[in-house]
């Protein structure tokens, strides 16, 4: 009992401190709306604080996950040191790696929502969720046939040294390996990791009609190809990847004997593979291009060539895509100096009829049709102007409003005092009167508060000091007649009253006798 008793002088006196706030609260928004100019600034600092937030969103720097594969693969390095220079650049865009198996993982991440973006080779499980960003570089294959008594034919530091393989009895492919029809019953030392390379083995032996069982396939680290070819001597090298690679350095110098140079087998079905299978490229091996003692290769030799693609999810939004586009492209020469492959990074392909199509915020920046701010929030804008314009008008009729009644208010004293005036001119008693005069006095008080507080001003004082000399005036006035009147001349009313309890007769009761 004694708790609910408190409970409720608790929510009494709550109530009791509430009202006065609430009415203070009140009456301090009448004031600000009163104010033209307050009202203007309080806009202005509205439309200012929602333009800074978008602006400071804006500014915010937005992480990516990136799947890539495998951890020590020349991708992930790369994915790595390009995560790195953004971060150091305090860049737009962060990097976040998620490391996968093989880029068969890494595509797949992406059609699982997995990661954001993604490096995936154009013939392995390419995302049927990703747009290409960029090319990350351009692989091409290579077929070396070593050299007589060279080290890829054991030919120095291994059981078989100076002694090339040697060919089985009856066996018509022995010899010189002089074109890919040759390699029929060969070991293919295949360089790389995971199978990738050796189903790519087998599309070309596919293509020339060779069956994958005729020859005997030779893992190659691609860290160290002349370790793994230390006492497995092959007849073929085949590899993958940009020419610039250094497994490619290693594999030709292990083909090499002295000054003889080993030779490349062209790919000569190249056009006849990519009709078959778009994913890969027709394209020749430069005279040249890998150097050497002698120009290598010798001459332009046909092979096939896919890509690396940086993919996208489609969803991801158009400007953010952009700001990855252009970062990337920024960081190839600040790379190149440790990883000479960043500058094969090349823009894809933008047409609408693209083998592979690109994502349309890579395409905005290739294209030169990137958004300014006000284009990609103009439509906001217009619409938070209008928006403002609608709240303008409401906050003028506010204050309008507020102004009239506000008015109506300070101006309700005056109206009493008019009223009081005319109500002291009838008065017959001085008692009366005194009662106008106090409540006169009340009203000069509460004038003489509102005044203290700043309420009211100046086109308000001066009608009530007219209205109130009006009502003392009328007082003093009806006061001095009340005086001045004689006693005998009292009201008629009165006078009447007096003459009819003379006259009246006082009843008399008989009494029983």
């Avoid at 003889?260 to 291009?289: C, M, Q």
């Avoid at 217009?382 to 009239?404: C, P």
Wanted: charged share 25%; proline share 5%.
């Amino acid at each position: 009992m004694k708790l609910s008793r408190l409970f409720a002088s608790w929510f009494v006196a709550g109530q009791a401190r509430l009202r006065p706030s609430v009415a203070d609260a009140a009456r301090r928004i009448r004031l600000m709306l009163g104010q033209t100019w307050l009202v203007a600034l309080g806009a202005v600092l509205l439309v200012g604080s929602a333009l800074g937030a978008v602006l400071y969103v804006e500014s915010m720097p937005t992480t990516l996950r990136i799947a890539v594969g495998p951890a020590t693969g020349d991708d992930a390095r790369l994915v790595q040191a390009m995560a790195a220079q953004f971060d150091r650049d305090r860049a737009t865009i962060r990097l976040r790696l998620i490391l996968k198996d093989n880029p068969v993982a890494a595509a797949a991440a992406i059609d699982s929502g997995d990661a954001d973006i993604a490096v995936v080779r154009r013939d392995r499980a390419y995302p049927k969720q990703g747009l290409a960003v960029a090319v990350l570089r351009e692989n091409v294959v290579a077929m070396i046939v070593p050299t007589a008594g060279s080290l890829a034919q054991g030919g120095a530091a291994g059981k078989n040294a100076g002694k090339p393989s040697k060919p089985r009895r009856g066996d018509k492919t022995a010899g010189k390996v002089e074109k890919v029809e040759q390699i029929a019953g060969k070991r293919i030392g295949v360089i790389g990791r995971g199978g990738a390379n050796t189903d790519l083995l087998n599309v070309v032996l596919r293509q020339y009609g060779i069956a994958s069982e005729k020859v005997t396939v030779v893992p190659l680290d691609p860290d160290d190809v002349a370790a793994a070819l230390r006492g497995h001597p092959v007849d073929v090298i085949f590899g993958a990847g940009p020419v610039t690679s250094k497994f490619f350095t290693d594999a030709i110098a292990a083909a090499a004997k002295g000054g003889a140079d080993p030779h490349f087998l062209p790919i000569t079905a190249s056009e006849a593979i990519t009709h078959r299978l778009p994913v890969y490229e027709a394209t020749e091996l430069k005279k040249g291009v890998f150097g050497g003692h002698s120009p290598l290769p010798a001459d332009d030799v046909e092979t096939i060539a896919y890509s690396h693609y940086v993919v996208a999810q489609q969803g991801l939004q158009e400007a953010v895509v952009s700001d990855l586009t252009r970062l990337i492209f920024s960081v190839r020469e600040r790379l190149a100096a440790e990883f000479p492959t960043v500058r094969q990074i090349q823009r894809p392909d933008t047409d609408k009829d693209a083998v592979v199509l690109a994502h349309p915020g890579a395409a905005a920046f290739i294209d030169d049709h990137l958004q300014s701010f006000f284009d990609k929030y103009s439509d906001f804008i217009y619409l938070g102007l209008m928006l403002l314009s609608g709240l303008g008008s409401g906050a003028a009729w506010l204050t309008s409003y507020s102004r009239a009644d506000d008015q109506i208010r300070k101006l309700r004293p005056v109206e009493t005092l008019l009223d009081l005036a005319k109500t002291a001119r009838a008065i017959e008693t001085i008692g009366a009167l005194d009662t106008l005069r106090e409540e006169i006095d009340e009203i000069l008080r509460k004038t003489m508060s509102e005044v203290e507080r700043k309420e009211l001003d100046a086109g308000v004082l001066f009608p009530l000091s007219v209205a109130l000399n009006q009502a003392q005036a009328a007082i003093c006035e009806r006061r001095a007649q009340l005086t001045a009147r004689p006693p005998s001349s009292a009201p008629a009313s009165a006078q009447a009253t007096n003459q009819a309890t003379a006259q009246v007769t006082p009843l008399r009761v008989a009494s029983g006798e």
